[in-house]
């Protein structure tokens, strides 16, 4: 077994117990816990390391909380190489994480609408400080050359973070320590281009931060904030299936009020696609409506004292009541407003939903409302036409086999509810279609939870199946304009500053200068630059760094690939879809 998970502050605690020659052996001894039978007794662990060595473990909830609750019996304790690796063998407790997890029937924490506070606090400049410095630390050595101490002072200042409250810092600060422990350990997981994007998002929040700029969104949250909404009266859309990487699964029921305005409820648990079913056909957390989430999908809910979070996720406090209602067919009010506006303002509110964090995102608005008529199957997608232009529909497996039924409804009118996938321009992730055409049975009344329901052939009519080719693939990712600077990036984030500084930029500079992408060329020269510039002492080595202009140079040029690419990925959509 391996060592209990430890609280982030707390490995660098014990790390600068050690003495310089036992730290710098931490990294090398981490295999020596895979040896260790780490015995777990209600509050405590113990592990015998040898006849006369044994590290003991009083614990807080399952979790190493101080350093001072590891005790090793050896004589060089507390200063000891056991007690290194123990928590930097260990995996990190993420406690926000755990607080924010999805949950069906949480108590809701209900506040007034936050006020936005346009100046950060000193001790949140001070935290934001330290967290910039700690990835600039990163980029230095890189995720090989990231050793226990770097991510031990990365997880000091994610917790000095918290405890200024700046949670969402915080949280990007944990997950790219736990990049660097998976790059160092060598773990398939680890991706340099995911670690590089988290760098490019923290650094860019710490910033901000550092400025001066302090709002509900640039903080994040300990834990889901809810504030009174009031009464609504709603109207099911459909209900979602997640299966979530993270090992939490579900549905998410969508709901429309009079308004036409999004509002989701989530009944997400712990668990693989095996919960979908159980979640599914579970009651509504909400009230006593006795509906179940499925149920929910196609009927309506009227809901008195509501709350509501910033992405618009209805709470299931204890003073919300709810009780069930007539539903709405989507080509009758409210529903039907959903298909009225544009595709190119709803490709720009997709896009735009992209660059919100998770926790202000509104619900909605990275999905699309599509009319459109069957053509047939391309490949393992359902095209659907659009006036001029072809959209494919695509899905897991329960959605795969429903849209291949679909495909034999040739010439078929449709109405769809679906997510838009930026990378993969004129492909959207399909959740739910409805159709006039369709004879659906009773229970499925207006519309095909496609990841739920299950149409059968009697259900379509149509000319038969048409097999078309597949979409070209286009090319994921950042254009290959800005290939030169990006790997640049990505080899700074996985091998540090000095694997920039030996490999020369000068060709790439001139070459982004003669496709007119000055910008991008100059920040490519200003990165080169600043990997090289290193001050040196009167004998000539090279004294520690601690300036700016480096992590600044990285950030900048990290910033302008990932506005680039996201522009070009939206005009890129557009064109696919026959919009200019």
Known sequence: MTPPPVAPAVVADVLDALPPRLRKRVDAS?????????????????????????????????VLATADALVCSCLLAPRC??????????????????????????????????????????????????????????????????????????????HVARVAGLHRASAGGLRIAAALAAARAGDSSFDREVLTAELVDLMLLCHDLRAGAATTELRGTARREYSPVGALRLYGLCTETVVATSGYSGVVTHLVD????????????????????????????????????????????????????????????KAVRAVAASG??????????????????????AFHADTRPATHRPSGDDLLFLDGVVVGAAGGALRLSLRSAHVDLVGG???????????????????????????????????????????????????VDLGLDQLQRSHVAGDGTRELPPRPEVAAGTPQPLRPLENVLHRVALGGRAVAAVSSASRDVAG?????????????????????????????????????????????????VREFTRVASRRAWLEAVGVT
């Open 81 to 158: 190489l056991h007690r290194g690796v123990a928590v930097a063998a260990a995996e990190i407790a993420d406690v926000a994480e755990a607080e924010a997890a999805p949950s069906v029937a949480v108590a809701d924490v209900v506040v007034e609408a936050p006020v936005e506070v346009a100046e950060a606090r000193e001790d949140e400049r001070a935290a934001a400080t330290a967290l910039w410095e700690a990835c600039a630390t990163v980029l230095r050595s890189g995720a090989t050359g990231s050793g226990a101490v770097v991510r031990a002072e990365l997880l000091r200042a994610a």
């Open 328 to 349: 709405a067919a989507w080509d009758a009010a409210p529903l039907a407003g959903l298909w009225e506006q544009p595709l190119d303002e709803q490709v720009a509110r």
């Open 397 to 447: 497996d329960r959605t795969r086999e429903n849209l291949r039924v679909l495909a034999g409804a040739g010439g078929v009118s449709l109405r769809v509810v679906g997510r838009l996938l930026p990378d993969r321009p004129g492909v959207v992730s399909a959740l739910a279609v409805s159709g006039a055409d369709l004879a659906l049975p009773s229970e499925l009344g207006h519309h």
């Open 30 to 62: 981490l295999d020596r816990a895979a040896t260790w039978d780490v015995v777990v007794d209600g509050d405590t662990a113990r592990a015998e390391l040898d006849a006369d060595t044994a590290l003991t473990w009083t614990l807080t909830a399952g």
């Open 258 to 317: 009079e308004s036409g305005v999004l509002w989701t409820v989530p009944a997400i648990m712990p668990g693989g696609a095996e919960r979908v079913r159980a979640a599914a056909g579970g009651a509504v957390a909400i009230g006593e409506s006795g509906l179940t989430q499925r149920e929910l999908g196609r009927a309506g809910m009227l809901l008195s004292g509501g709350t509501g979070s910033p992405d618009r996720r209805l709470g299931a406090g």
């Open 512 to 560: 982004l200068g003669r496709v007119g992408l000055r910008t991008t060329a100059d920040l490519l020269a200003d990165l080169a630059g600043a990997s090289r510039d290193r001050e040196r002492d009167v004998f000539g080595r090279v004294v520690r760094d601690a300036g700016d202009a480096f992590p600044v140079a990285w950030l900048r040029a990290g910033v302008h």
